[in-house]
């Protein structure tokens, strides 16, 4: 779910109450969904086990009908993971795992502002992963809020500096932005050391161009 794509039409509307439901921690996705307390026993989280298991072989299923077009009986089959990871969070909220997996799946069926909340949820859950931050960027990248979507992919590199989906998303959006600075060079030469794509290779490579061209420039200057 790493592939970049351009803003989505007609969803800023909803990209501030985006912004506010990752940002504050995401408090309201327990009442959305009604979590219970931590509390729950060894049934219940065998229970919910089981039904994320189930889930995510729904959700494989869904991105082998979407890779072969199939997007009708994709959505449908996404739709059908979403209630069964939601199921398994009813009986344990605590796996960032599954919270993490509900938000790719809302994202399949551009649920924007409930993905936002499931990232947010594995963020809090499992505070070194970067994963969750990495998917929270790329829901803002989707929506056309390129600072924000900078900002999350950027607290995933602070998790894993070497995540290459996040290198990605943060080079990307920092060329959007126009920023050349330290920090970005340094991004784009690690991102350098592990990607194999040869079409991002020549995009980083015109992106070290661009950065090193302005900090020279700006050296001049001073």
Known sequence: MMNSRGPVAGLFCVAAVLCA?????????????KAPPPSATAQQVAEARQAAIGAAETARKAQVAREKGKDSEAAKLSKAAIEQYRRSLS????????????????????????????????MQLSPT???PAENLGLVYQRTGWTEESLRFYDMALERSPNYLPALRGAIKASHLLGEADEKR????RRALMIETDPTLREFFEREQVRILGRLERTDRRR
């Open 21 to 33: 439901a990752a940002l504050s921690g995401c408090q309201s996705a327990s009442s959305a969904r």
């Open 91 to 122: 009986l344990s909220a605590e796996s960032p795992e599954v919270w993490n997996n509900l938000g790719v799946e809302l994202m399949q069926v551009q649920d924007y502002l409930g993905a936002s909340e499931s990232f947010s949820m594995a």
């Open 129 to 131: 992963d970067p994963r």
């Open 185 to 188: 060079l340094t991004q784009v």
